[in-house]
């Protein structure tokens, strides 16, 4: 049974045996006193008993036939015992219901000489009565001992009404997280930092005899899914010391005070277990800007933060307390929590490169069986950008599918399906052979020719007309791993290349022919093509930055979007862009034109096939046109260690 029920059934089981117990004895008495009352009415009687009117009675009291009176029930009813002139004066008993006991009806049996007894009523006894008015009162305390007692037993649950102002942190002496730093891999610069705060706590004379100091707190800064919360894990199982663990969202309420109070009673209770680790999940939820939202901000939540603010670096002091704190919104937190002294470190942790990716594959591959000819390197070199939780996820969607195809092994096959999976959706029906799909084909066979024929532009990793998602077909391309700089070459590359779908539909269907199949690419094209011009100086205007900061309206920088450029700047801005998708689309034009023989090939046999890998198709199209060198950097895996 449920400790919540069994606390239940220890309040109310007795409470319910008081109130049945307690019943039946009113109960008893009641049916007591009323037989009673019916057997002393009997006894008296001896014969049936003929009832006649109040009215009638006293005329007989006049007349002097009656005899002798007995009143019961307070003066409620009386039985009369009366002689019958006209039957030889023979006694009667009759029943009579009376007004009440009132005085005058008294003074008149007196003054007739008639003999009368008035019988009280039957009373329960006097501890009975007691205890039937303290019963509601029991019932009362014994409800609130019950609140009082699942709140002390199960904090979270309902009946915490008496907790409301108590921290709602996980608390453990030694936290048996089962995750240590050897099992975080691809993340070797911030694993350091925080390895050093391990030592620290464990041999804190290595650091403070040369006259360093503890770290007050660790920020870990990064995109989700990075690792962020698996760092703190490992550092809760390699460290040794207490540690407290909760969300920023478990600090803000709707009642004032109340998350302050929680951060009170969050230190209180560690600086009683210092030296101690703290760890806050997504601090961005309570420790925003302040003044930040319109009419003054979030009252609440701003007390909290300030209340945060104090405990960490405030007048006493936080001794012994280290503080890790996570969130993939550096840019929204108060530039006060941001401060050395409060956070004295921020690690950012950023998506992994090949090395990395390869190291974390190696983790999450310990129990997946995998074939021969499939590498953990082949698999890093196929998912630039993918986070430890996408790697993850992954291998787990490749085990999935294994087992669905009742194979043994996972192989190349499956990976590839999972990562097609994981970035464009679920596979969807293959389309029937027509008009829609032959368009399809010749919209993802131009971008797949500009991709392979300019030289600037990532290879071709496959060609598909099988829909994913939204998408009716697609066209992946391999980027080179970790591309942090890109040149003005590569971006036309790029813009060229989302324009070639629309390029081959304009040449093969004509302009009249054009489809909504590229409303993606063309909003992908004018982003890219106004960044050129307005954040990274690629146009005529010059290497000037003309994209005003703007803020959002939470952050509270101002209620609308300001812009510093002028009317005349904003419409070279427009010309600027509308200059360089022009020149970029009739290139592409050109450049499908001039193919057409090719791209008839390729689309009849993507067609026939409905996918295509990127070796095949340049293989094809080498046939017809030369495909020029791609100027790659492979870089060369070291085994991480």
């Known amino acids: 049974m449920d400790k919540k029920w069994k606390v239940l059934a220890l309040w109310v089981l007795p409470i319910t045996i008081v109130v049945l117990i307690t019943w039946q004895i009113l109960g008893s008495s009641t049916n007591t006193q009323v037989s009673q009352s019916a057997n002393t009415t009997n006894q008296s009687r001896n014969a049936p008993v003929a009832k006649i009117s109040y009215g009638r009675f006293l005329d007989y009291v006049k007349a002097g036939r009656v005899t002798s009176v007995d009143i019961y029930d307070g003066g409620r009813n009386a039985i009369v015992e009366s002689v019958d002139p006209e039957i030889d004066n023979r006694v009667q008993r009759l029943r009579v219901d009376l007004p009440g006991l009132a005085p005058e009806l008294v003074s008149s049996l007196k003054e007739e000489g008639i003999s009368f007894d008035i019988h009280p009523p039957k009373t329960a006894p006097a501890g009975l009565g007691i205890l039937g008015n303290l019963l509601f009162p029991l019932i009362l305390i014994g409800g609130l001992i019950l ?15 008496m907790q409301f102002g108590k921290t709602k942190a996980r608390f453990a002496m030694e936290a048996e997280t089962g995750v240590k730093f050897d099992d975080v891999a691809g993340v070797n610069e ?15 004379e290595r650091f403070t005899s040369v006259g360093a100091q503890i770290p007050r707190g660790v920020l ?41 109070s929680r951060v009170r009673d969050l230190f209180k209770r560690a600086k009683e277990n210092s030296p101690c680790l703290i760890f806050i999940d997504e ?10 939202g319109i009419g003054g901000g979030n009252d609440e939540r701003e007390q909290t933060l300030n209340q945060l603010l104090t405990e960490m670096d405030g007048f006493e002091g936080n001794s012994g307390i280290i503080i890790i704190a996570a969130t993939n919104r550096p840019d929204v937190l108060d530039s006060a929590l941001m401060r050395p002294g409060r956070f004295d470190r921020q690690v950012t942790v950023d998506a992994p490169d090949i090395t990395g990716r390869l190291s974390i594959l190696k983790v999450h591959s310990r129990n997946k069986k995998l074939e021969k000819d499939l590498t953990l390197e082949s698999i890093a070199r196929r998912t630039p950008g993918f986070t430890g939780a996408d790697l993850a996820n992954l291998l787990n969607e490749a085990a999935i599918l294994t087992a669905r195809r009742r194979k043994d092994q996972i192989g190349l096959s499956e990976i590839d399906d999972a990562v097609d999976r994981i970035i464009a959706g679920m596979e969807g029906q293959p389309l029937v052979d027509g008009r829609s799909k032959r368009l399809i084909a010749y919209h993802e066979v131009g971008h797949a020719l500009i991709g392979s024929l300019v030289k600037d532009h990532d290879p071709v990793q496959k060609v598909t007309v099988i829909p994913r998602g939204q998408a009716k077909g697609l066209t992946w391309f391999s980027p080179d791993d970790d591309q942090t700089l890109i040149s003005r070459a590569q971006l036309k590359a790029r813009i060229m290349g989302a324009l070639g779908g629309r390029a081959a539909e304009d040449i093969i269907f004509g302009r009249e022919e054009v489809t909504t199949a590229a409303g993606g690419d063309v909003q992908q094209v004018a982003s890219m093509a106004r960044q050129m011009v307005t954040r990274f100086g690629m146009s005529s205007l010059g290497p000037v930055s003309l994209e005003g900061d703007s803020q959002e309206v939470f952050v509270g920088r101002s209620l609308m979007n300001t812009s510093d450029i002028s009317d005349e700047i904003s419409k ?16 592409t034009l050109e450049i499908v034109e001039n193919n057409r023989s ?16 990127g070796e095949e198709f340049c293989k094809i199209l080498s046939e017809y046109t030369t495909i020029p060198e791609k100027d790659r950097f492979i870089p060369v895996l070291q085994d991480p260690k």
């Open 598 to 613: 090719a791209m008839d090939k390729l689309v009849e046999i993507l067609i026939e096939k409905e996918t295509m890998d």
């Open 190 to 204: 911030a694993k350091q930092d925080l390895e050093e705060v391990v030592t620290f706590l464990k041999q804190p």
């Open 220 to 260: 870990l800064v990064g995109p989700p899914g990075t690792g962020k919360t698996l760092l703190a894990k490992a550092i809760a199982g390699e460290a040794g010391v207490p540690f407290f663990s909760l969300s920023g969202s478990e600090f803000v309420e709707m009642f004032v005070g109340v998350g302050a």
């Open 147 to 161: 609140l009082s007692r699942r709140s002390n037993s199960m904090p979270g649950g309902p009946g915490q009404a």
């Open 572 to 587: 070279q801005i427009d010309e600027q862009v509308r200059k360089i998708v022009k020149k970029c689309y009739e290139e």
């Open 283 to 292: 601090i961005d939820a309570v420790g925003r800007q302040r003044g930040a």
